[in-house]
């Protein structure tokens, strides 16, 4: 890929919006006295609630230890709540307290105003091919991690030099 001048590479741009989003919504946590480790899963749960551990951490690339101390901060601080799942007893369902969904109005309109943020300047039709180009690398991005996966021996190799 050949850069223009002064042009990041995709991955840095990337890192780089998802840097600054991080610290935005911990400072949007910090100010609803929530653990900022909680956001992704909390955002997961508003959107399917009673989900197990295990679910959510494969959703997120998050290891499960990491998963299972983040849902206890999650309850001490009152958002959640762990329940065995009926068709499986060694399964523990996570779903939302009211506390919890009380909060989504007032993150949905920060997410949004943070996503009017990234998009100032941008044009209906730019912000649209933005869209689709980051859901495009996402697919990607997750297409190629599920295939390194599930093939333990597959090695990156580095492309042949351009001649």
Known sequence: MRLVSGQYPPGRSVGMVHRFSRKFFATLLEALDLPEV????????????????????????????????????????????????????????????????????????ALEAWEERLLEGFGPDERDRVLDYMQRMAGNARKHWDLLESQPDLRLSLPDEEQ
């Open 38 to 109: 909680a956001f992704p899963l909390l955002m997961r749960l508003l959107h399917h609630d009673a989900m197990s551990q295990d679910e959510l951490a494969d959703g997120h690339l998050i290891d499960k230890s990491t998963v299972a101390r983040t849902i206890v901060r999650m309850e001490d601080a009152g958002l959640v709540i762990r329940e065995t799942d009926e068709a499986d007893r060694r399964v523990k369902r996570v779903r939302l307290t009211e506390r919890a969904r009380a909060l989504e109005p007032q993150i949905r309109r």
